[in-house]
Structures are given as structure tokens and as C-alpha cells.
């Protein structure tokens, strides 16, 4: 080989090794907010999980992540014998790391308790060591006194509820009377718990969903089954982590995972106009009416229950353009159910498509 053609290679080597490439996952913003997309329940060999805290933070960087939280378990450490039990390590680890990659990272730690209470990550947080208690309560109260946002994780887990039906105990009544409880997880990994959305709604909870990943992400997710892993998107005024952590206390997220969109309408209504733009009818013959609504999102949307005389359903499908064709006699509102949108246990989004 030329001395120049080794050049060229070792070059492109240096290049690609110094610049990751970040996915772009297409999702648009919302009118006077930015979407963050976040996974918030990570582990890494520091509990119990297989993989260093950098790599975690170069698989979000390659899955278009923008924020990212390390959140080992407390109480479970399988790996002490061989890895130091330090509860800031994955943090400290990743800190600087994830700056450089312009990937917002959120210290967090994970209360693993049995059922009842279950599963907690305190995020946002400044000292792990100092939230594992032996009483939950005392755990709790420290994690709240580091300004933390508390998250009820998996809350219909099988290992811990067999029926896979999510219940609120006393104890997680009493979180929720002292505003302890912030947010509770509708994804976990690629489980859902439809309750969840109730629980939300009635306590004024924020729906998060994440990955729970404890080996190689890219193994687990990937095509064709998955074209991303569950994320929770955040609409924050800007993309740094003071922001990041007010959208969550006030509640801005969706649910993203696989081809479902999930949300409380307020915000899941706004999100689909911004996927979607309607154009005017392009031709027209004595019978129907054509014109095309424009999908520049990832998410096929799924239309169902059409008025009578219009399509019965109809698929967005991501990325593209798709041709409608009405007939002239509908004169309702071109009304439909997205199926894979949902906005509460048992209830999706309604649209119109207005030409
Ligand atoms: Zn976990």
C-alpha cells in the first residue's frame, strides 16, 4: 500500500474515533420548548450491570440522546468483590466525559426496596452515599432533602407484582400527601403499565420511560423489533440541566417508545401538529377531492375510526408523504383516533385532518 494511502486511512480512522456520531432521532419541539430526549434509569458495573459508565455515555450519544442518568441500586451490589462499592462512581466517572460529548448527564442513584414500595430513582441528586438508610423513609427524606426528583419505577413489574397490575400502597399514598413523589415510569425497558397513566393523572405525577438497561444497549435494541430504546421526552426552555430538571417537576414529558407516543393531551395534541403538516387539496375530479399530509417525524402515526364515507383508516408512516383521497361528499370534519397514541389508560389521541 502508498505511503499516502496509509495516510488517508489512519486520518479517517482519527477522525471518526474523536467524532462519535450522534444519531438524529426526529421528533420536533414544542411551540416555546425544546424536546429533550432522556433515558433516566441506567445501570453500570458499579451495581448490577455489565458495562463502564463512559460507554453508557457513548450509547446515548449514538442514540441521539441528549440527556442521560446513571442510577445503580443502592441496596444490590453483586460485583463488590471485584468492582469498589462507591455509589458517586458512575458519576464521577462520567461527569466531565459526558460535557465533552455535549450530553447532559443527571446524577442519580436507585432505592430497591420490595414491594412495597418497590423501586425509586432519585435523580437529580448530589451525594448517592448518603441516601442508602436502612429504613426506606429515612432514604427517602434524604434524597428529598438533595432536592431530588423521585420517580417510581416499574410499578406493575411482574418479580414484585405477579399479576403485572400496578397498586398504590399506603406508603406511596404517604409519598404523594407530602409531595415526595414526582414522577412514575410508564415504559420500563419494553414493559407498560396502563394504570400508570391513572395514577398520574390523578396525583399530578410526571410520565417518564427508560430503558432499565443493564447490558449492551445496542444489543437489546435493535432492527428490525426496535428502532430506538424507550425515551422520555422532556419539553424544557432550554437544553441544560437546570432546565431539564424544572420540565420535569412541572410535568412536560411524553413517552416514546417503538412506534407508541405517549402523554397527557395537553401535550400529546400539540406534538402530532408539529409531526404533521396538511396540504391543500392538489386536484380534484367530479367524485373526489386529493390531497397529502406530510409525516417529517420517526413516528408512524396509526388512524383509525373514520367518519362514514372516509377512509376507515389511514397510515402516516414516517417520513413521508402520504396521498389522500375523500370523497366530496364528506362535509364533517375529517376526524380520526390515533391508535398509537395514547393520553390515558384506555384512551388515545383524537386529530383532524383540516384541507
Ligand atoms: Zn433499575
Redesign the pocket.
Known amino acids: 500500500m502508498k505511503k499516502n494511502s496509509i495516510l488517508i486511512l489512519l486520518l479517517t480512522f482519527i477522525t471518526l474515533s474523536i467524532y462519535g456520531q450522534r444519531k438524529i432521532v426526529k421528533l420536533p419541539n414544542l411551540p416555546g420548548y425544546i424536546t429533550l430526549k432522556c433515558d433516566f434509569?441506567?445501570?453500570t458495573v458499579f451495581?448490577d450491570a455489565n458495562v463502564w459508565p463512559t460507554v453508557r455515555i457513548d450509547e446515548a450519544v449514538r442514540d441521539g440522546l441528549d440527556a442521560l442518568a446513571f442510577?445503580?441500586?443502592l441496596e444490590y451490589t453483586p460485583h463488590k468483590n471485584y468492582v469498589p462499592v462507591d455509589f458517586n462512581a458512575a458519576w464521577k466517572i462520567g461527569e466531565t466525559y459526558a460535557k465533552e460529548r455535549n450530553l447532559i448527564l443527571v446524577h442519580g442513584a436507585?432505592i430497591?426496596r420490595k414491594m412495597p414500595p418497590g423501586?425509586f430513582?432519585a435523580l437529580f441528586i448530589s451525594d448517592a452515599s448518603l441516601i442508602l438508610q436502612d429504613s426506606v423513609w429515612d432514604s427517602f427524606e434524604a434524597a428529598i432533602k438533595q432536592g431530588a426528583f423521585l420517580q417510581w419505577?416499574?410499578p406493575g413489574w411482574k418479580a414484585q407484582q405477579p399479576d403485572g397490575i400496578p397498586r398504590m400502597y399506603d406508603i406511596h399514598e404517604k409519598l404523594i400527601k407530602k409531595g415526595w413523589l414526582h414522577g412514575v415510569e410508564f415504559f420500563?425497558s419494553n414493559e407498560y403499565y396502563p394504570l400508570v397513566f391513572k395514577f398520574a393523572k390523578d396525583n399530578n405525577l410526571t410520565l417518564t420511560g427508560?430503558s432499565?438497561v443493564?447490558g449492551v444497549i445496542s444489543e437489546i435494541y435493535k432492527e428490525p423489533d426496535y428502532n430506538n430504546r424507550p425515551m422520555t421526552l422532556v419539553f424544557a426552555k432550554e437544553r441544560t440541566s437546570d432546565a431539564l430538571k424544572e420540565a420535569m417537576f412541572a410535568g412536560r414529558t411524553m413517552v416514546y417508545f417503538q412506534d407508541k407516543l405517549v402523554g397527557k393531551e395537553e401535550y400529546a395534541k400539540p406534538f402530532i401538529y408539529q409531526c404533521i403538516s396538511v396540504g391543500k387539496p392538489y386536484y380534484e375530479n367530479e367524485k373526489n377531492l386529493y390531497f397529502e399530509v406530510t409525516n417529517n417525524s420517526d413516528v408512524p402515526f396509526y388512524l383509525v375510526n373514520g367518519i362514514p364515507d372516509a377512509p376507515a383508516s389511514i397510515t402516516l408512516a414516517a417520513n413521508s408523504v402520504t396521498r389522500i383521497v375523500i370523497n366530496k361528499k364528506v362535509a364533517a370534519p375529517l376526524v380520526y383516533d390515533v391508535k398509537n397514541v395514547i393520553i390515558g389508560e384506555n384512551e388515545v389521541l383524537k386529530i383532524e385532518l383540516k384541507y
Open positions: 434509569h441506567i445501570h451495581s442510577t445503580d441500586h436507585e430497591t423501586h430513582n419505577n416499574h420500563n427508560n432499565d443493564h
